[in-house]
DNA sequence: AGGACACTACCTACCGTTCGTTAGTTATTA
DNA sequence: TAATAACTAACGAACGGTAGGTAGTGTCCT
């Protein structure tokens, strides 16, 4: 089914090592010696290193994409409360395994100095998915005019909770993420009054 | 007043590269370039470059540190609620500036891996020393059992909103941080009612 | 059917450059 | 005089990348 293809072994040694160690801090030769063959080789595939790290980004970026949005029709018909907090989790959870959370931060904060524009070129089309996402969910729990502070404020939630996924251990991280999130809610219901 | 001398020069050019590129980014002969000598030259103030780097994150974990006890204490007169919204404030302004919140927030998520231990020491202290600032104002204002709740909440604000400094314009960031600190205020006050 | 050709994916060997680091020397300063 | 802080020169190692070669595979042309 899976094509094992070399050039598919390649990207995936990469993606662990670059998400470990950075752009600058993998070299060929360790990619090279974890797929199995030698460090020219590599050039069979691609034609140089950074051609390899932004096939390697976009390959992440568009699979993040997908998973944002079949995650948010699987939740489609819940509870808009449910479903931002379903988001919440099943986003923290997806980022956590795989390397995958760790190189998606680790581009969005430091990408290297002469990808950067590339790079943010693919991830602004992630922004926008998540924009459209959690705005058709918000669009049904809260008054039009109070829309934007509360897409800030989960968006915040977000990403304080995402970074925090590194910071501290499962358990410390859930009970983190479960606090956090009662107090948002709460925030959010207590908007009618004043 | 201030010894303008070759070490701490040294220390604030590598503390500017370091940031914006991390240490497997930065070589010693930029840094050198940047005082103004040659790179051997270095070796007369430190031994290695991890000696330097070293120095300057133990630097900028003391001031950090100091910045939050100091800006704790200037705002001690004020209300509770003040108190947390101006910490956020401060910090958020802080960090902006000088590269600082840039080598912080990267040596706290993508330590080089060599050098993680000792980088995880030096900031356990920050930690602590938050933790201590935000709970003596926290006491203040909501009930016992409550309190590591909201605090949860506040740190993931703080994570959150710190984040978003690198993605955003000034303007648009600001919004975003009056937005998610009112979602946050509101979700505390609205906690007496079941 | 069989040979010539081209293509793919790998190899070994090596390129020039830059890296962090050391040695040895000199000029300034205390 | 002794220490300090700079220098020039050079080291070995590792880097990203190239050249050239070689098996294996399929394809086209008689």
Partial sequence: MKKDSTQDRIKEVALILFAR?????TSLSEIASGVG?????LYAHYKSKEDLFLGVIHKVSVDYNAFFIKTAEELSDRSPEDQLYY????????LRNDE?????????????ES???????????????????????????????????????Y????????EQVFYYSPEE???????????????????EEK
């Avoid at 160690?21 to 801090?25: A, C, L, P, S, V």
């Avoid at 063959?37 to 080789?41: A, F, L, Q, T, V």
């Avoid at 995958?100 to 290297?112: C, N, Q, V």
Wanted: charged fraction near 30%.
């Fill in 173 to 191: 991280h859930k009970k983190r993420l479960e606090n956090s999130w009662s107090a948002f809610i709460k925030g959010v219901y207590s908007r």
């Fill in 37 to 41: 063959i030698k460090k020219p080789s």
């Fill in 100 to 112: 995958l959370g760790l190189i998606f931060k680790r581009m969005m904060l430091f990408p290297p």
């Fill in 155 to 162: 968006l915040c939630l977000l990403d304080g909770v995402f």
């Fill in 115 to 153: 990808l950067r524009s590339d790079i943010y070129a693919m991830f602004e089309k992630t922004e926008d998915v998540m924009r459209q996402v959690i705005q058709s969910i918000l669009v049904q729990m809260v008054r039009e005019e109070e829309w934007e502070q509360v897409f800030d404020a």
């Fill in 87 to 94: 988001l919440l989790h099943k986003n923290t959870g997806y």
């Fill in 21 to 25: 160690k950075g752009f600058e801090g």
